[in-house]
T-cell receptor, first 112, second 114 residues
Framework: QKEVEQDPGPLSVPEGAIVSLNCTYSNSAFQYFMWYRQYSRKGPELLMYTYSSGNKEDGRFTAQVDKSSKYISLFIRDSQPSDSATYLCAMSADQAGTALIFGKGTTLSVSS | EAQVTQNPRYLITVTGKKLTVTCSQNMNHEYMSWYRQDPGLGLRQIYYSMNVEVTDKGDVPEGYKVSRKEKRNFPLILESPSPNQTSLYFC?????????????FGNGTRLTVT
């Protein structure tokens, strides 16, 4: 079993939809969780960071961590065509974060 | 503008011909790292550097070398490239070692080894 599993999609939704993106992981030592967004022909950029379990909200984006289930989610409300990108989850067991483990990424397409 | 600059963006080469992909950042970041991104495998770390003259292996270091002689530069060296090193490569940097500090990525180098 891979350390981090992420459904690659693609996921296609209409504008305004609520999107749920998910990752599961096997290493219970992971405590730091991130979501990166990657537009086509660009490098990834950090979208959300959360520590341990709980929710974090930033505008239309909500990151959720359930450590008991080893499951993290990113919710996008009122999705826009500009949200069309690949979303990668990333995790680290230590605060130094020298070796992030990335998921394979989920490709999202939002149509207007 | 704060950025991580990789060169070249595209590179086609032949097996065994040594090449260097350059990476430079203008943000005075201590931490720098190289990743490769392959379909179905995602982003995997090749090497990272915590500061000048301090480098360490990531998950897939075989066939690669790095050096960190200056804080701003972190070149990736393929001494004898092989077709299985055909991939999309990203350099990234971060201020300090805290995982809550965002990684800043370059725009990638697409390498094809024939």
């Amino acid at each position: 079993q891979k350390e981090v599993e992420q459904d690659p999609g693609p996921l296609s939704v209409p504008e305004g939809a609520i999107v749920s993106l998910n990752c599961t992981y096997s290493n219970s030592a992971f405590q730091y969780f991130m979501w990166y967004r990657q537009y086509s022909r660009k490098g990834p950029e950090l979208l959300m960071y959360t520590y341990s379990s709980g929710n974090k909200e930033d505008g239309r984006f909500t990151a959720q961590v359930d450590k008991s289930s080893k499951y993290i989610s990113l919710f996008i409300r009122d999705s826009q065509p500009s949200d069309s990108a690949t979303y990668l989850c990333a995790m680290s067991a230590d605060q130094a974060g020298t070796a992030l483990i990335f998921g394979k990424g989920t490709t999202l397409s939002v149509s207007s | 503008e704060a950025q991580v600059t990789q060169n070249p963006r595209y590179l086609i080469t032949v097996t065994g011909k040594k090449l260097t992909v350059t990476c430079s950042q203008n943000m005075n970041h201590e931490y720098m790292s190289w990743y490769r991104q392959d379909p179905g495998l995602g982003l995997r770390q090749i090497y990272y550097s915590m500061n000048v003259e301090v480098t360490d292996k990531g998950d897939v270091p075989e066939g690669y070398k790095v050096s960190r002689k200056e804080k701003r530069n972190f070149p990736l060296i393929l001494e004898s490239p092989s077709p299985n090193q055909t991939s999309l490569y990203f350099c990234a940097s971060r201020l300090g070692t805290g995982v809550n500090s965002p990684l800043h990525f370059g725009n990638g180098t697409r390498l094809t080894v024939t």
